[in-house]
């Protein structure tokens, strides 16, 4: 246990809709890192945020969106959910954006879309 | 574009087994390389990696970098069933984020 949670555990939704993850990250941790994956592949970069701001953004759409609140959890917010969203929603919390800090992951969110 | 090769795909070996994953890299301003351990949701930290030839040990795993060849090995000696998982290698580069292979599923059958 990493002491980072992630909530719902799972969600069925359908093609259109809207969703809202949510993680809590590791006591003491300030950062918080998304990470989509899809089956059969491997954990891929959405974006992180440092200190309620965002902190870089991987490759994906502006419907892709999240915030953090000042204790550090963090949502991650879907808009206009496609087939291809369903995948397993992976957060991470660490002590800084910095490499030499562990990330440490939470047990996800498996979404699917119908 | 940063890129992260993992092999094999998959893997079967019986309890006992020597197995060696493989983790290719070709990414700008290399910083560190990482193993993760994958069951059934959360990735969970088995080693970081960012000098060339020195190995890191823990119990039965073993992994060393090699920054000349841009790759990185992942060896589990004495397989047990519950090693069966799979196995993430992911590279940071300096100022962007982790990029992750496919990984390799490794099955341990008894």
């Known amino acids: 246990e990493t002491g980072v949670t992630q909530s719902p555990t799972h969600l069925i939704k359908t093609r259109g809709q809207q969703v809202t993850l949510r993680c809590s990250s590791q006591s003491g941790h300030n950062t918080v890192s998304w990470y989509q994956q899809a089956l059969g592949q491997g954990p891929q970069f959405i974006f992180q945020?440092?200190?309620?701001?965002?902190?870089g953004r991987g490759n994906f759409p502006p419907r892709f969106s999240g915030l953090q609140f000042p204790n550090y959890s963090s949502e991650l917010n879907v808009n206009a959910l496609e087939l291809d969203d369903s995948a397993l929603y992976l957060c991470?919390?660490?002590?800084?954006?910095?490499?030499?800090?562990?990330?440490?992951f939470g047990p996800g969110t498996r979404l699917l879309v119908l | 574009e940063d890129k992260v090769v993992q092999s094999p795909l998959s893997l079967v070996v019986h309890e006992g087994d020597t197995v060696t994953l493989n983790c290719s890299y070709e990414v700008t301003n290399f910083r560190s390389l990482l193993w993760y351990k994958q069951e059934k949701k959360a990735p969970t930290f088995l080693f970081m990696l960012?000098?060339?030839?020195i190995e890191k040990k823990s119990g039965r795993l073993s992994s060393i970098l090699d920054k000349k060849e841009l790759s990185s090995i992942l060896n589990i000696t004495a397989t047990q069933t519950g090693d069966s998982a799979i196995y993430l290698c992911a590279v940071e580069a300096y100022n962007t984020p982790l990029v992750f292979g496919k990984g390799t599923r490794l099955s341990v059958i008894a």
């Open positions: 991470a919390s660490s002590a800084s954006g910095r490499a030499e800090e562990t990330q440490y």
């Open positions: 960012t000098s060339s030839g």
């Open positions: 945020y440092y200190r309620e701001e965002e902190n």
